[in-house]
């Protein structure tokens, strides 16, 4: 065995001096001269350097190879990390690396090593000492199950990939692989031929394969100038659900989102006004952002369709739970079929968080991570001279699961699309929520209760499974934690993308070596209905998604709960504030909503330069459970909110599919929002600083409340219906003629001041003189004040009231000027005889006060 020798294999762009790797990163090439091959994409063999922490810094002797390999290097041992986590491997005299593994190496052993790069590190995949196998791993993304450490019979699904591989390599002899998976008997390859960025998938037990080449985006003709930026809405439009948003951006058509509205009888957007859309955008994986998508590429199949890579893996669970909710909905056809379901995922392309592409001629396109969920994104786009920022849903806080959104990396836009979920109202504090979730489980528990608690599965509830497990109370009673129904699909689908996560979930796993989400000791997956009854006969925490009263796993718990004493049914949801539950694309928030299913009217408005909306309505006495002779009926047939149930106060009776049931647990609700309350939606419209702000995915009352804070003043503010187009230029026409001026002409302008020996010439821009009415108003008034404030000048017209008011400030003693109740040339004074009427500054009552 050779002591000095090692290859890396990786594929990506060679260009001014750096190597750029499929993912976006860029590595420097320590000289360029050492570059063996022209500047262009390729597979490139190369010697890498690492950090001490094993994240590749640069690399050298790199050329271009025809035919990609598996990475290895062969060397000694010098040094072991920290709980084994990195070991420092000398390959000469003049060559240390360290590698990331999760299995300990001994120091001065002499291993050859195979190895892969991703989390920008070098990952031990198989290490051989002396001939003797030490560690294998499987080539897929860690997940954080136990290493096997003996070497064991390969799968069957193991068998047809390499089988599979073997067909592909004959096809494309230069198929350099980026990623691979495995799932539900579907094989997957991702990776680079000819400078093509392909998709390949198979099944096991058959040879066909199916290959779609990214990037074949309908022609089109990108301009040098933009004229036209035109916003549709489709869906979301003064409501929660389908969203969906048509861009038309020069010569293209865009779709933002494509969403439905589950559990209603036209859960689709108008997807009839589109027309022929050259790029399909994917914000993230609630249902009511992506649950249409299906439908849509069975409508446009030729039209690409990106998102991020935590999206697309997180699309599949949740179309089929979507599939399986319509199922479940009496005299309603299902969207579309596991047919259409799994066209759509193979042909649904990947970019990622952070990286500016170009998906169409001259259109740039990026991602900005949300913050929302795992894979949410805001999406930016610019053409020309035009800009859009699309916020999709978003968070700025931080949380277990997720990072969140950086006000640093949105760029300025000429229209904001934002979603105002919460409208003004302010979240609670997070970590209050928290910790009050907490201390309810532990005091039902030790009673000798259970604890249900209903959370949006692609959300709150691995959230809540982490601060449960991670809490050191809930460990010290070794409290059992069950997952059942969706979020045990989601858990399932996290366990296998730990890379997706922020950094500490990654830690958390490879030291304990265990799945962070279903560990199958503190955290207990529900895989068979028939072990439910043993979660409810034993003290347990049991988290199940939030949808509780719709057929869904949480049926079987609330029939077994509510009458105990000694439970507890926690709810956790984002709140619209009409009190409905938002945020997992479960429960929509509009017009379309029957009253009598929730309990709750639609709201009325006056319409006015945006609309004022009246104060939500109470719930009607006809479904309140106080007030009603008769108890409250729950059908799980029905579009229900837990907002209802929360209100059910103890002891009262209700029914659920047809049975009685005496209410006797304890009811409690938790606000922990994955969106942003009114601070943040501020702070994000502020940075982005639009010219037209579109607000959209909330109540009605929720989006009039927003626009009549400040926001009004600033900006040109579009609540749109569905079909309802925001242009940009083009101000709405309930917008007065004052407002249009103000808002359609720059606060501020360069003006040029030219001095001489006794004064000086203040020069206006030409622009201005011919096309802003404000300067046509002040310049007609003849004589003109000009007063420095800090560095900017103001003009102001010099009336004969404000030379009047001038004097009267002037003179001696008192005068209405000099009064606190004059105002405007008004008295304000309720008990002045000059009250309400408009008076000379230089009057005096004797109801004066001075200022």
């Excluded at 993912?23 to 091959?37: H, L, S, W």
């Excluded at 990475?71 to 491997?89: D, E």
């Excluded at 009776?653 to 938790?670: C, H, N, P, S, V």
Aim: aromatic share 6%; proline share 5%; hydrophobic share 40%.
């Amino acid at each position: 065995m050779k002591t000095t020798e090692i290859a890396w294999c990786i594929s990506g762009e060679v260009k001014e001096g750096y190597l750029i790797t499929e993912n976006g990163e860029r590595i420097k090439i320590r000289t360029q001269k050492q570059v063996n091959g022209a500047e262009d994409y390729g597979i490139w063999k190369c010697v890498p350097v690492t950090d001490s922490t094993g994240i590749v810094t640069t690399v050298s002797q790199i050329e271009k190879v025809e035919q990609s390999f598996v990475s290895y290097c062969i060397g000694r041992v010098t040094q072991v990390g920290k709980r084994n986590q990195t070991a420092l491997v000398k390959i000469s005299s003049v060559c240390k690396i360290t590698f990331k593994t999760t299995n300990p190496l001994e120091v001065s052993g002499l291993y050859k090593l195979e190895f892969e790069y991703r989390d920008q590190g070098l990952h031990i995949v198989t290490a051989i000492k002396d001939g003797f196998v030490a560690t294998k791993k499987p080539s897929l993304p860690e997940s954080a199950t136990e290493i096997v450490a003996l070497k064991t019979e390969p799968t069957q699904e193991q068998l047809w990939q390499e089988k599979l591989e073997a067909l592909i390599y004959a096809q494309f002899p230069d198929f350099c692989i980026s990623r691979k998976s495995i799932n539900r008997g579907m094989l997957e390859w991702e990776g680079r031929s000819e400078n093509r960025t392909i998709r390949i998938a198979g099944k096991v037990g058959s040879t066909a394969l199916f290959i779609h080449e990214f990037g074949q985006a309908k022609n089109g003709v990108a301009t040098s100038r933009v004229n036209k930026l035109k916003v549709t809405a489709l869906g979301a439009a003064r409501s929660i659900g389908a969203s969906c948003f048509k861009v038309e951006i020069g010569n293209y058509e865009i779709v933002l989102d494509a969403g439905t509205k589950p559990n209603r009888k036209q859960p689709l957007p108008a997807f009839g006004k589109l027309s022929n859309p050259n790029l399909i955008l994917i914000s993230h994986a609630h249902q009511d952002h992506i649950g249409a998508l299906p439908v849509l590429h069975s409508m446009f199949p030729s039209t690409p369709m990106i998102c991020t890579p935590g999206t697309r893996e997180m699309a599949g669970v949740m179309w089929r739970d979507g599939l399986k909710t319509r199922h479940q909905m009496p005299n309603s056809q299902p969207l579309f079929d596991e047919s259409d379901l799994n066209e759509t995922l193979f042909r649904l392309e990947t970019q990622p968080i952070g990286v500016e592409f170009e998906p169409l001629p001259g259109l740039v396109v990026k991602f900005i991570n949300a913050g929302h969920i795992v894979g949410a994104a805001c999406i930016y786009l610019k053409l020309g001279n035009h800009s859009l920022l699309y916020t999709g849903d978003y968070n700025l806080a931080h949380s277990r699961t997720t990072q969140g959104l950086e006000l640093g990396d949105l760029p300025t836009a000429d229209i904001l699309i934002t979603e105002a979920t919460s409208g003004v109202s302010v979240h609670p504090s997070r970590k209050q929520q928290e910790t009050e979730l907490i201390q309810t489980v532990l005091e039902v528990v030790k009673k000798g209760g259970n604890v249900l608690i209903s959370a949006c599965a692609l959300g709150q509830a691995p959230e809540i499974i982490l601060a449960l497990k991670t809490n050191a109370k809930i460990a010290q009673n070794q409290i059992p934690i069950y997952i059942d129904g969706l979020v045990t699909q989601v858990s399932e689908v996290l366990n296998q993308n730990i890379d997706l996560l922020p950094q500490a979930v990654q830690n958390m796993a490879r030291v304990s070596r265990k799945q962070p989400f279903s560990d199958g000791v503190k955290v207990i997956a529900i895989s068979d209905p028939s072990q439910r009854l043993l979660a409810v006969t034993q003290p347990s925490v049991i988290i199940t998604d939030s949808q509780m009263l719709k057929g869904g796993a949480g049926v079987y718990y609330l029939h077994a709960l509510l009458e105990r004493k000694n439970a507890a049914i926690l709810l956790s949801r984002d709140q619209a504030p009409l009190g409905r539950g938002v945020g997992c694309g479960v429960w929509g928030v509009g017009e379309e909503i029957a009253p009598t299913t929730l309990g709750i009217q639609a709201p009325s408005f006056q319409d006015d330069c945006i609309g004022r909306a009246s104060s939500p309505p109470a719930i009607p006495s006809s479904l309140h459970p106080l007030s009603h002779p008769q108890h409250p009926v729950l059908d799980t047939d029905e579009e229900l909110d837990q907002g209802l149930l929360h209100q059910i106060p103890t002891g009262e009776r209700m029914t659920i599919d047809g049975q009685e049931y005496t209410l006797k647990a304890k009811l409690q609700k938790f606000n922990l929002s994955a969106h942003c309350d009114r601070s943040g939606i501020g702070q994000v419209i502020a940075k982005v600083a639009p010219r037209h702000l579109v607000l959209v995915h909330g109540s009605e009352s929720a989006l009039h409340e927003l626009a009549h804070t400040d926001l009004q003043k600033h900006y040109i503010i579009h609540i749109p219906r569905v079909g309802d187009v925001a242009e940009y230029g083009v101000v709405p026409e309930f917008v007065g003629t004052a407002k249009q001026i103000e808002l359609t002409h720059p606060a501020e302008v360069e003006l040029e001041i030219v001095t001489e020996h006794d004064g000086a010439w203040i020069k206006v821009p030409k622009e201005v003189v011919d096309n802003d009415p404000r300067w046509q108003a002040l310049s007609a008034m003849g004589n003109i004040r000009a007063q420095w404030k800090q560095s900017s000048l103001i003009l102001s017209p010099v009336t004969l009231q404000s030379l009047l008011l001038e004097k009267a400030k002037e003179s001696v003693g008192n005068c209405c000027a000099k009064c606190q109740f004059f105002e405007n040339g008004w008295c304000q004074s309720d008990e002045s005889p000059l009250s309400g009427i408009m008076i000379d500054p230089q009057g005096i009552c004797l109801e004066f006060v001075k200022i």
